[in-house]
Structures are given as structure tokens and as C-alpha cells.
């Protein structure tokens, strides 16, 4: 035992099963407490019960340290004499009483299904990428602990940092939410990615569904994206080509802007956040997807909303601005309130020099949208892609994946 130079904690050093350890890490990130405190705690409260606790299985027990207020270890090694019990067991019982008043909160779901518009007409700037990894983020386990990145830092990061560096992180548990990925772009890179098939053209899709001529539920072409760390909860709506014929198609249905709406409503209660993964086009389909992102009665703003996704140069800015126009317009002309909920910089390299700093620069000059997510260009992203597997399941740890997670959160 040793202590703090100002000796108001000592650090003891003790055993405890890894099981009730891990458990122990998770329990006081979930409630956000230090686990020091949550043994303090834990250990006052089983020195005030009147009678021993039934006996913890100790067995494997590993080496175990903590800060406690100084005298607490000593009087507690002297109660653990008194009640006949061994240090590492009285430990045990006061951890596993710590956790049995503490039970895991349950996972935060919104009062309304949140809906995020991930867009940009143009091409190759990411929107698949960021739409798949935000979905994971969404979707990870709420009794794991993930490295996340802390949102609030990543707009301080050196530019001559190395793109493989990642943010500043700390590890939380999972969100835990039950996740909806609609594949909106024809091209099917979202359902290619994940390692599906694209729907059959001569069978339903949502193309069908939003023109009026679907040939059953919407609800029997959803699929799961499989992995331990998602659950059951990461679900994709696969693309079909039909979608190229997608404005000619809303061009002669009734309140078309709403097709969209239409078409996902008997999926919302089944969901906590849907994700639309937008085509490169500025058409109906586009109106669609804006009008699903617009503020409900009842909603809190940015609940949902656009999410605008660019890369640091040029010709991204320029399609943003198109981007932003049709929006307004839409705001305007249909007296919606649609709010954007950031821009996320994508892509991102500072050894590219010159045009992409200052390029990030401009992106973060802009305060309404705000830059809200800065994702690296690194290899992690392309080989899970060729691979057909979730970011976050290939490279759970790499930087892509914690940023994104910080993204999620920010979002959340």
C-alpha cells in the first residue's frame, strides 16, 4: 500500500476474479464513475451490513489495484478478520454489492425514430463509408467498451499529425441501438460493401414501394448485418437498380416528396435510427430523402436531420454549395424545418499538404452547419471493404473507428 503525495488516497493492491473486473470497468463507464470510487463505495457499503454475504467465487482471482481514502484499506482488512472472511473475498462481496445496487442503465432510445440523411451529389467523397460506420456505432454493444474518440478534440488535431494516429480516445460501452441502413444509391456500394446482393430487379424493392407498385412487405427484404459485437440490432435495406429509374418513377406519384416517408413508416417502430445513404444526384430522389430528414411535431431538433459529408478540397466545396441551395429551397418552398445536423470532413490527410489544411481550415470556419467529424484516409476502410466485412468488426481499434464512434455520440 502506498500513498498519494497529498495522502488523501493510497493505492492497495489485492486480488479479484477478471470476470468481476471487467464487469466492474464496464458498470463505472456505463455510469460514468471512477472505478475507484465505485469500490470506495462498494466497500462502505458492505462494512455497514449486519451479516455476511453468501460466498463469491474467487477462484483464478488476479492482482487488482485501486485508490481508497486513506485508512479505509486497514480498517477493511480488520472487519474482513473480524467477519472470518479473506481480504480477497470481503473485496469480491463488496464489488459484486457495488454492482448489484448499480445495476446497467438501460440503452437511451429517442421518443422518435432519429433519421439521418447522409448526402452530397457528388461522388467518391464517402457518404457509404461514413453511412456503414456511423450504423456500427450506433449498433455496438452496450455491455463492451469501445475506444471512442473525444468529439470535442478532434478539431484540434496537429496538421502534421500522421494519418494512422488516432484521436484522442477514451473507452466507452457501446450505444446499443437498434440500427436501420437503407441502401437509397442504385449503385448498391452500401449493400456491396456489407456483403450482400443487390435485390432483384424483377422482384420488390423500395423503388417499388415508393412508386406505388410494391408486391409485398417492405419488412421481408430487410437483412442483418452479422457479427457478435452488433447483436441482432444492424440491419440493411439492399439497393436494387430499379433505383436509377427512381425520379421518372416519383414524377407521376402524388406528394412524391413524401414516397419516401411512406414507403419506411411501417419499419419505424422496429428501429431507433435509420440511415439513408443518399446517390450523387440533386433529383426527386434527393427531395424524398430531405423531406424523410425533416423535423416531426414533437421532435426535438437535431434529432434528425441532413448530415453532409465532404472531403478537404476544392470541387467538394463547390458541390456543397449546390447541395446546401437545393435544401434551402426545399426549407423555403414547403415550409420545412430541416435541420442539418454537421459536416463531416472526410478522407482527411494532412501529408497532402497545402490544399488539404486549408481546405479544412474553410470547413471549419462555416458555424451553421459546424464540422462535427473528421475521418482519416487510411487502409483499414478499403481492406474491409474488399473484404466485405463492418469497419468496426475488421479494425475495431484503428482511428477510423474511433472517430466514427465519436461521431455517433456527437450525433446521439
Known amino acids: 500500500m502506498s500513498s498519494t503525495p497529498s495522502g488523501e488516497r493510497e493505492k492497495v493492491v489485492s486480488k479479484l476474479p477478471p470476470s468481476l473486473q471487467q464487469e466492474l470497468k464496464v458498470r463505472t463507464a456505463q455510469h460514468r464513475v471512477d472505478i475507484q470510487h465505485a469500490v470506495e463505495e462498494g466497500i462502505s457499503a458492505w462494512r455497514a451490513l449486519g451479516s455476511n454475504l453468501p460466498a463469491v467465487e474467487t477462484a483464478g482471482a488476479r492482482s487488482f489495484a485501486t485508490w481508497l481514502p486513506s485508512g479505509q484499506w486497514d480498517s477493511f482488512r480488520n472487519d474482513c478478520g473480524d467477519r472470518g ?79 494512422g494516429e488516432s484521436p484522442l480516445a477514451e473507452h466507452l460501452p457501446g450505444l446499443g441501438l437498434r440500427v436501420l441502413l437503407v441502401d437509397f444509391d442504385p449503385q448498391g456500394h452500401l449493400t456491396k460493401q456489407l456483403g450482400h446482393d443487390l435485390l432483384a430487379l424483377d422482384g420488390d424493392s423500395l423503388t417499388k414501394h415508393m412508386a406505388g407498385e410494391s408486391k409485398g412487405k417492405l419488412a421481408n427484404l430487410v437483412v442483418t448485418v452479422e457479427d457478435e459485437r452488433f447483436g441482432e440490432r444492424l440491419h440493411l435495406l439492399p439497393s436494387c437498380t430499379d433505383a436509377f429509374l427512381l425520379d421518372v418513377k416519383l414524377s407521376g406519384v402524388r406528394a412524391r416528396e413524401s414516397g419516401l416517408e411512406r414507403a419506411l413508416a411501417p419499419l419505424e417502430a422496429d428501429y431507433d435510427v435509420i440511415l439513408i445513404d443518399c446517390p450523387p444526384s440533386l433529383g426527386l430522389s434527393m427531395d424524398a430523402a430531405a423531406y424523410y430528414g425533416r423535423r416531426r411535431d414533437g421532435e426535438r431538433p437535431g434529432n434528425s436531420g441532413i448530415l453532409v459529408v465532404v472531403q478537404a478540397e476544392d470541387s467538394s466545396a463547390d458541390a456543397y454549395g449546390l447541395l446546401t441551395t437545393q435544401i434551402d429551397d426545399l426549407r423555403s418552398d414547403m415550409h420545412l424545418d430541416l435541420d442539418y445536423l454537421g459536416i463531416v470532413v472526410n478522407h482527411y490527410d494532412a501529408r497532402r499538404g497545402y490544399i488539404a489544411t486549408s481546405s479544412l481550415e474553410s470547413w471549419m470556419a462555416i458555424r451553421d452547419p459546424r464540422v462535427i467529424g473528421l475521418v482519416g484516409d487510411l487502409k483499414e476502410q478499403k481492406e474491409a471493404v474488399r473484404v466485405k466485412q463492418p469497419l468496426l468488426a475488421y479494425a475495431p481499434q484503428c482511428s477510423q473507428a474511433v472517430a466514427l464512434r465519436a461521431l455517433a455520440r456527437e450525433i446521439a
Do not use: I, M, Y
Not at 136 to 161: I, M, N, W
Open 85 to 163: 472472511v479473506s481480504l480477497v473475498q470481503g473485496l469480491a462481496q463488496s464489488v459484486a454489492l457495488w454492482l448489484d445496487t448499480h445495476p446497467a442503465p438501460g440503452v437511451q432510445r429517442p421518443a422518435v425514430v432519429r433519421r439521418v440523411v447522409v448526402c452530397n451529389q457528388k461522388g467518391g467523397v464517402g457518404k457509404t463509408a461514413v453511412t456503414a460506420g456511423l450504423g456500427q456505432a450506433f449498433a455496438e454493444d452496450s455491455e463492451r467498451l469501445h475506444p471512442s474518440g473525444v468529439s470535442k478534440h478532434f478539431a484540434h488535431a496537429r496538421k502534421d499529425a500522421p494519418p
